[in-house]
């Protein structure tokens, strides 16, 4: 129940197109949906996050999709750019549950956007 | 302003020894938190750390333990090293580890266990 998936492991996208990265979680006390960036040799640094509360959060070509009965979120990526060739997490976590500071992390998303 | 430092970058130790790991939080930061990170099973949460208290734990074995100091730095130890210990080793720190606060990593300690 403290698990979330995330799909695909990889993805590999032209300059320009719009990869999507799906996450789902079942434990309905998560209440907070950070989005992560990973490079080669660097720890992951935020990217985007949204609170259930908000079906959709826009931050320059980072959109986050919610959708809270289906129990899922989604990270799209538009007007892709080799420069956003990286590895993507999706993680969640819980002010409610006394969970501070653990986040629950996706398996990752490698992206790779080809010029 | 500094972001969170992670000392060593790179270690090297033999199965059966220990190791002990640090992180100093960027200024002002009370929580720390420890992730493993594998390419199997991804980014793992190892435990939390604010004000000198362990918060929350993950699910590790006692091998794995941490401590936090009074100006919020924060080691963590591993004993008995196994092979299957060799990982990214990340630490987070936040202004109070309420799950809305954002996380900022060091850029981690990378453990190989030979």
């Excluded at chain 2, 970058?9 to 939080?25: A, E, F, M, N, W």
Aim: charge should be positive; glycine fraction near 10%.
């Amino acid at each position: 129940q403290q698990q979330v998936k995330q799909s695909p492991q990889s993805l590999i996208v032209q300059k320009g197109g719009i990869p999507i990265i799906n996450c789902a979680y079942e434990n309905t006390a998560f209440d907070y949906f950070p989005w992560y960036q990973q490079f080669p040799g660097k720890g992951p640094a935020l990217l985007i996050a949204i609170r259930p509360d908000v079906s959709e959060k826009k931050e320059g070509r980072f959109t986050i999709s919610f959708n809270k009965s289906a129990k899922q979120f989604s990270l799209h990526i538009m007007d892709s750019q080799p420069g956003d060739s990286a590895t993507y997490f999706c993680a969640a976590s819980s002010v409610s549950y006394n969970q501070g500071g653990k986040l629950i992390f996706g398996q990752g998303t490698e992206l790779s956007v080809k010029p | 302003k500094a972001g969170v430092t992670q000392t060593p970058r790179y270690l090297i130790k033999t199965r059966g020894q220990q190791v002990t790991l640090s992180c100093s939080p960027i200024s002002g930061h009370r929580s720390v938190s420890w992730y493993q990170q594998t390419p199997g099973q991804g980014l793992q949460f190892l435990f939390e750390y604010f004000s000198e208290t362990q918060r929350n734990k993950g699910n590790f074995p006692g091998r794995f333990s941490g401590r936090q100091f009074s100006n919020s730095r924060s080691e963590m130890n591993v004993s008995t090293l196994e092979l299957g210990d060799s990982a990214l080793y990340l630490c987070a720190s936040s202004l109070a580890g309420r799950g809305r606060d954002e996380a900022f990593f060091g850029q981690g300690t990378r453990l190989t266990v030979v």
